[in-house]
Each structure stands twice: as C-alpha cells, then as structure tokens.
C-alpha cells in the first residue's frame, strides 16, 4: 500500500467514524425543551461539543485504520478470500 492510499483510506474510516459518532449523545433543543427562535427543534442545544467529537472520531478512525492497514499489508486476506461465488475463477487462471 501506498503513502497516498493509506491516507485516502483513513481520510475515508475517518469521515465514515464521524457520521457514526456525530449523532451519539445528542441532545436537540427539542429534548432539552429551550428552543431558540429561528432554530429548529432539531438542532444541537447549547451542551454540543463538536471539538470532543472530532477527537472521539479521531481517535476511533486511527484504530479501525490501523487494523484494516494491517490486514491489507499482512496479506493474508485476498480478494479471493471473500468470493464467495467463485466469480474471479480458479487461482493462476488467465480468463
């Protein structure tokens, strides 16, 4: 794997991590119940920390990218190994 493909690979687990870490432990303005005029219920009440959840979502992008970087230079799981349909065909085959 390449410097560059390694970064494209964490750049993609990080903002993947970020849309899975984003929505936990939300609390909206309509579950606290103060809404301030012109926003929607929806929206974060004042207790949101995005800084926290960039480094939550840091750190967690690190781990999964560290153990899916590991698999792909270790390669000891091929794409061989997840076809299950027998669609790639016999190993060494030229077809």
Not at 2 to 29: E, G
Not at 45 to 64: E, G, N, P, Q
């Amino acid at each position: 794997m390449s410097v560059l493909s390694a970064i494209v690979l964490l750049a993609v687990v990080w903002f993947m991590v970020l849309f899975v870490v984003l929505p936990i432990r939300l609390k909206t303005q309509g579950d606290v119940g103060e809404s301030v005029k012109g926003t929607h219920a929806g929206s974060p009440a004042s207790s949101f920390s995005m800084l926290r959840k960039l480094k939550i979502t840091t750190l967690w992008a690190v781990l999964i990218w560290a153990l899916i970087a590991s698999v792909i230079l270790w390669g000891g799981i091929t794409v061989r190994d997840i076809d299950f349909f027998d669609r790639m065909g016999p190993a060494g085959s030229s077809g």
